[in-house]
């Protein structure tokens, strides 16, 4: 007769999916150990507390979601601020205002109605489609132009893409980019959805509530020890890297990286904002972010009498470093469905989260897929 294990789940990886499986999984009366090979929980949304600032120490992490069942369900854990994502960006000592909104168009062409801004827009599109001659844009240069026209394409997409990509946008594919909404409205908030804000006192907050009496062993790496691992539990729920479960069999998946650099600085307020872009080719970072204008608004920024920032380069990935962005080309699609048919061959092991799907997922989408997997 097989005896029962110790653990009815052991859940790899402490990160928003395993997190959310783990608490609906307690919820439910099961048995359940979380492991993560990192020194601390949460995944990517962990915050490192420096000087009272909570900094995104794996990259600015916004909330934002249109899904009700999903904002309901991280309001039961933790009350969320009033934060609306509204970026600057900055090409040669201009400011522009993101998204595309007429904040922005007032800046490039000091147009001041929707008619006389649609008119400029339209007017350079129409060059941008004449000189293609019928046919369809090649690359992301001729994509982009066709969209919005030159002017901004120039200021605001051009350099930016280039380093996102590391490549000159007219050797890029035109598919990367698909629609480029443009606003007629004085509106700076960056997302369209319903809901949005950051977790009041931060990431950990939320990960620490959803995991409160559930047994967790940090800097434990699932394959150090996977033999014993694999015999505690009836169940195992992994949010790893799919390829790596499956020992690379096929061949390592891709992915794009970023790294950051991130500064104390003694002012209290260094760029007025959370999110500035540099899109302009000659700065070799993409972005600035700085930490405490996602929790700190008004005159509580002054609280605090320092700031930390973090510069944004769009890096090569190569393993060892953080697998940020999947990579959907030919190759690696192709590689994706051998390891998931793979996946679909074990019963024993539930697969999720962003590495184990191969799939960029913002947060929303992880919470509600974890909400959703069978227990
Ligand atoms: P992860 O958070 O990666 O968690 C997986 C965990 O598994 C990790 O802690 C890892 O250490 C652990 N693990 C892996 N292998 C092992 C092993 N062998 N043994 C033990 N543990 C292991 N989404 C938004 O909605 N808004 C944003 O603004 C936003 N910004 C982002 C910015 C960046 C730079 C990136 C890369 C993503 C961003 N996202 C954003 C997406 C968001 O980070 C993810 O949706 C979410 O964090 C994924 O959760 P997860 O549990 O699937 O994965």
């Known amino acids: 007769m097989n005896q029962k294990k110790k653990y009815d789940y052991l859940i790899v990886g402490a990160g928003l999916f ?169 509106d700076n908030n960056y997302f369209s959805d319903k809901y949005q804000g950051i977790p009041v006192g931060g990431y950990n907050v939320l990960v620490e509530r959803l995991l409160s009496g559930i047994e967790t062993k940090l800097n434990c790496n699932f394959f150090d020890n996977r033999l014993e691992l694999e015999q505690i539990a009836e169940k195992i729920v992994y949010t790893g890297p799919i390829d790596e479960y499956f020992n690379f069999a096929f061949g390592r998946l891709e992915y794009r990286t970023v790294s950051f650099e991130m500064e104390e600085l003694s002012c209290p307020n260094y760029q007025g904002n959370a999110v500035v872009n540099y899109t302009d080719i000659e700065i070799p970072y993409t972005r600035i972010i700085e930490h405490k204008h996602f929790e700190m608004f008004g005159d509580d920024v002054y609280s605090v009498k320092s700031t930390v920032i973090s510069k944004e380069f769009s890096t090569e990935w190569s393993p060892g470093m953080e697998p940020y962005y999947p990579i959907n080309d030919e190759r690696n699609t192709r590689l994706f469905a051998k390891y998931k048919s793979m996946a679909s061959d074990n019963d024993n092991v539930i697969f999720g989260g962003r590495l ?20």
């Open 18 to 186: 395993g997190a959310v499986f783990a608490y609906r999984a307690n919820k439910a009366g099961k048995k359940c150990l979380i492991i993560d090979k990192r020194s601390h929980i949460g995944g990517n949304v962990y915050c490192e507390n420096i000087n009272g600032i909570n900094v995104h120490k794996y990259g600015a992490h916004i909330f934002h979601t249109s899904n009700k069942i999903v904002w309901d369900f991280v309001n039961s854990i933790v009350d969320f601020n009033r934060y609306t994502n509204s970026p600057i960006a900055i090409y040669k000592d201009q400011l522009y205002n993101l998204p595309f909104n007429m904040n922005t168009f007032y800046a490039m062409w000091h147009t001041k109605t929707p008619e006389s801004t649609l008119a400029v827009l339209e007017s350079q599109r129409k060059d941008a489609l004449d000189a293609l001659e019928g046919r369809t844009p090649d690359n992301l240069e001729e994509q982009a132009m066709a969209l919005v026209g030159k002017d901004i394409y120039e200021i605001l997409i051009k350099g930016y893409t280039e380093k996102q990509w590391g490549r000159p946008c007219n050797e890029l594919p035109a598919f990367i980019i698909k629609r480029l909404p443009v606003r007629f409205t004085f």
């Open 356 to 375: 184990a799907d191969y799939r960029y997922y913002d947060m929303d989408v992880v919470i509600w897929n974890a909400l959703n997997a069978k227990i």
